[in-house]
C-alpha cells in the first residue's frame, strides 16, 4: 500500500495509521516475529509516524522499529548486527540504519554500546530511562542542597560514578557492560539538571 501523499501532512488520517500499524502486524506475523516483540514495535511504528508523518518505505521502518525493540539495553549480550538483521528481513541495509537513526533521533532514544562496540537502545518512555532520571534528579538535588549548606559541590565526574555504580550494582537496572557508556549520559543528565535547579534557585532570590 502507498501511504505517502504530497498533500498529506504530518498530521496522519488515523484511519491511514491504524492500516499502517495492521499491515506492521501482518509484516511481522510473515517474518515469524515473538508476538511481545511485535506489539513494542507496532508501539513504535505509531510514536514515530504520529510525530514525523507516513513513511515512504513501510518495511524498513517496520524493520527497524522491531530491530531498535529487540536491542533493548536489558536483551544484552545480544549479538545480532545490523547487517544480519537486515538479511534475515530481506530488506536493504542502508534503508534499515536510516530508519533506525531516524526513530533512535526523533523518539529521542539513548544508544549504549557494549564492549564489542554493538548498540542497545533505551527509550525515554521505558523502565530504565525512568529510573535513571529518577536516580539522576535525587543525587543531584541532594548535592545543591548539600553546597547550600557547607559551600562546596562534588564534582559531577564523581556524583556521576556514585550514580553508575547505583544504577548497575545496587538498583541494577542497566547491565554492568554499559557502565561507560552510561557514565557519560549521566554525566550529561548531572549537568543539566544542576543548571535547571541553580536556575531555578537564583530565580526565587
Known amino acids: 500500500m502507498d501511504y505517502r501523499s504530497e498533500e498529506m501532512d504530518i498530521a496522519v488520517n488515523p484511519q491511514v495509521l491504524v492500516d499502517l500499524v495492521r499491515d506492521a502486524y501482518e509484516f511481522f506475523a510473515e517474518n ?7 506489539f513494542l514495535a507496532m508501539d513504535l511504528i505509531r510514536r514515530y509516524v504520529s510525530r514525523e508523518g507516513l513513511p515512504r518505505e513501510a518495511d524498513p521502518l517496520f524493520g527497524a522499529a522491531l530491530f531498535i525493540v529487540i536491542r533493548h539495553a536489558w536483551s544484552h549480550p545480544n549479538p545480532l548486527t545490523k547487517t544480519d538483521f537486515a538479511a534475515k ?26 564492549k564489542n562496540h554493538l548498540p542497545f537502545y533505551v527509550d ?25 549548606v557547607r559551600g562546596n559541590m562534588v564534582s559531577a565526574h564523581s556524583l ?13 537496572i542497566v547491565p554492568a557492560a554499559f557502565e561507560q557508556g552510561l557514565l557519560k549520559l ?20
Open 32 to 38: 515469524k516475529v515473538e508476538e511481545r516483540y511485535r
Open 160 to 172: 556521576a560514578e556514585k550514580i553508575v555504580d547505583q544504577l548497575c550494582r545496587v538498583v541494577k
Open 124 to 148: 525515554p518512555q521505558g523502565t530504565i530511562a525512568r529510573v535513571i532520571d529518577s536516580v539522576v534528579r535525587g543525587n543531584v538535588g541532594e548535592e545543591v542542597v548539600r553546597s547550600i
Open 89 to 114: 528481513m530481506r530488506m536493504k541495509e542502508s534503508s534499515l540504519e536510516w530508519y533506525t537513526e531516524s526513530i533512535v533521533d526523533k523518539i529521542g532514544f539513548e544508544t549504549l554500546h557494549d
Open 186 to 205: 549521566v554525566k550529561r543528565m548531572i549537568e543539566e539538571e544542576s543548571r535547571r535547579l541553580l536556575t531555578e534557585l537564583e530565580g526565587r532570590k
